[in-house]
């Protein structure tokens, strides 16, 4: 109901960035981030400082909590320079994977040797955070991972942003500027297939999503004019945008790497692309920030920066039709949250048992999500009517 249960402040006595958390199998938590910091003097006495020195600049610093927020374990993760966390996951296993960017050489916990200016460095933890494998992808230029996932068949699919030619870990060269870099790696983190994709002068990817078929959906945004295919048949230039303003860029692939379909979307400002999902009737929700004003597919503005939420339809799949009433989840244990697809402006939602006695009444001003809370009823079925 939103009252504090705890709280912990964890660091040391440098910077920490936190990326990411997120509950684990065992009902507690683990923390991504990056960490400047050395020891922590105070080390006995508070128990949430650094355990470990810095390797170098910056590390990837990995917090495992228990379920009531105490301290379970920690991890320092780096070589000489830079190594900045970009994602972290649970595995299958119990295990984590780490992604992140680098440019430190073989040193620290670092054990293969950088290309360029700086690469992708994955690596795997298992479920005590100890090293099980790593490996550095890269290029002769610059490779900024941004995101890596777990796969359905137990391997891995990571991507960023590269501007490098055709050398070391890269195999086919960036076209201008830089480009998405997509790979997919086996459960050990063997490359199976990689492949780069142009949009843009800079194309920044920032998500990546499985579907259920084994497609990926990829979502980024392009800085400068970029070209895409609108479906299979024909390519336009869809942005007469002046250099340097982003839009977003939608790309599904299939198991294999190759494209089915590209889009880009944007005004006349500056879009930039941070969640890219399959919806449940199989569209696609593109979910981000925009500066622009109401122009090209932007039909209104609230301000100088807003949320900017896009929803695309698959034209080669068949629409499925809505169920007009649905609950989400069902079965449920505290609360369950009633999905009118329709449009109204009044009604009542209604809850009743088997034997047809009313429990609970709210009155509807056009919500479309109703949350209804169950936790006071015995276990059962119920029934919830909608009248508008």
């Known amino acids: 109901k939103g009252q504090e249960l705890w709280q912990k402040t964890i660091g040391g006595n440098g910077m920490e960035k936190l990326l990411s958390i997120a509950q684990t199998q065992d009902g507690g938590y683990i923390l991504g981030g990056t960490s400047s910091s050395n020891i922590s003097p105070d080390l006995e006495k508070n128990s949430f400082g650094k355990s470990e020195d810095s390797r170098g600049n910056l590390d990837f610093w990995i917090v495992k909590l228990k379920a009531d927020g105490s301290m379970q374990w920690q991890k320092t993760i780096g070589g000489q320079y830079v190594d900045e966390l970009k994602s972290i996951s649970q595995t299958k296993d119990g295990g984590y994977i780490l992604g992140g960017y680098s440019n430190s050489p073989v040193s620290g916990d670092k054990t293969e040797a950088n290309f360029g200016l700086g690469d992708y460095w994955i690596v795997k933890l298992d479920e005590t955070g100890t090293i099980e494998w790593q490996r550095t992808l890269g290029g002769d230029k610059d490779d900024s991972l941004f995101t890596l996932l ?20 890269k195999s086919k060269s960036s076209q201008s500027g830089s480009d998405f870099w997509v790979l997919k790696l086996d ?5 199976d297939w990689q492949e780069t994709y142009n949009y843009g002068k800079i194309d920044v990817l920032t998500s990546i999503v499985e579907n259920k078929d084994g497609s990926y959906l990829i979502g980024g945004y392009a800085q400068g004019e970029s070209k895409v295919k609108r479906g299979k048949s024909k390519v336009e230039s869809l942005s007469s945008d002046k250099e340097g303003i982003n839009d977003y860029i939608a790309l599904k692939i299939n198991a294999k790497g190759e494209e089915i379909w590209s889009q880009t979307v944007g005004s006349k400002g500056d879009e930039v692309l941070k969640k890219l999902l399959e919806t449940r009737d199989g569209g696609y929700l593109l979910a981000g920030t925009s500066k622009g004003s109401a122009s090209r597919d932007k039909k209104s503005a609230k301000g100088g920066s807003d949320f900017w939420v896009v929803k695309l339809r698959d034209k080669e799949k068949e629409e499925e039709l809505k169920i007009k009433v649905e609950a989400m989840p069902n079965p449920a244990i505290s609360f369950t949250n009633i999905i009118v697809n329709f449009e109204y402006e009044t009604g009542t939602a209604t809850v009743y048992d088997l034997n047809g006695r009313s429990l609970q009444t709210q009155t509807l001003q056009g919500d479309r999500t109703i949350p209804i809370e169950v936790s006071n009823l015995p276990q059962g079925i119920y029934l919830v009517e909608i009248k508008t």
Not at 150 to 169: E, L
């Open 150 to 169: 777990q796969t359905k068949d137990g391997g891995f699919i990571v991507g960023g942003n590269s501007n490098s030619g055709a050398t070391n870990s």
């Open 187 to 191: 459960e050990k983190g063997a490359i």
